[in-house]
């Protein structure tokens, strides 16, 4: 089984962090969290009520959720040795922050810290339209080795439920990860 870093940030779609940890956690996955300040705030908004409540149904102890202004905690080294880190979603101020080598939080620092030390980072951003300098630093990031996955779900597996199209981006984001998974039907395959 791995270890993983999900990070949660600012940006609309937090039920895509919140479902990558959750389908981590079912697989017998180690999975440690970091959810920015604007991050807690979408989750608000988006699912009424805070990152700290959802915890128990996640199954993510609190000692595996850090501060996002701590830079003293594990993540925050590269000798906290991972098998991936997400960031989902991402908002395009985390994005340019990555893209510029700039730590402004726990998030930056350990994103900046997948890449040094040449370990998958998957970056899922949500913004529509891209501006020029949104669409340079997602370049610059795909050019240093991160994995770009837009929160862009697909309608060819003909999804129900915004759950189901949720859970296609989560299945990206774990094949990406390597991670065995039942998220969504593959093309052409009858499971
Ligand atoms: C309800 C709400 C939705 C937002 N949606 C987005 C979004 O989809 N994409 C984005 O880049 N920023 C979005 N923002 C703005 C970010 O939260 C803001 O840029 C913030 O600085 C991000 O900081 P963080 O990356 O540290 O979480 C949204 C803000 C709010 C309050």
């Avoid at 128990?56 to 080294?77: H, I, M, Q």
């Avoid at 991160?146 to 774990?174: N, R, W």
Wanted: charged share 20%; glycine share 10%.
């Amino acid at each position: 089984m791995g270890k993983y870093l999900v990070c949660i940030t600012g940006a609309s779609g937090a039920l895509y962090g919140i479902r990558a940890i959750k389908a981590l956690v079912e697989g017998g996955h180690e999975v440690h969290g970091i959810v920015s300040h604007w991050g807690n705030q979408v989750i608000m908004e988006e699912t009424g009520k805070a990152f700290g409540s959802w915890m128990g149904e996640l199954g993510l102890p609190p000692e595996r959720v850090y501060a996002p202004d701590d830079f003293s905690s594990p993540p925050a080294s590269g000798s906290f040795r991972l098998d991936g880190t997400v960031v989902a979603p991402c908002s395009m101020s985390s994005i340019g922050a990555i893209a510029s080598g700039v730590c402004l939080n726990l998030i930056h620092r350990a994103a900046l810290t997948s890449l040094k030390e040449g370990r998958p980072l998957v970056l899922v951003p949500r913004e529509t339209p891209f501006s020029l300098p949104d669409l340079r630093n997602l370049t610059a990031l795909a050019e240093v080795g991160a994995a770009i996955l837009p929160a862009s779900p697909a309608f060819y597996h003909t999804p129900q439920t915004i759950e189901d199209m949720i859970d296609f981006v989560v299945g990206k984001i774990l094949d990406r990860l390597l991670v065995e998974h039942n998220l969504y039907t593959r093309w052409r395959s009858s499971k």
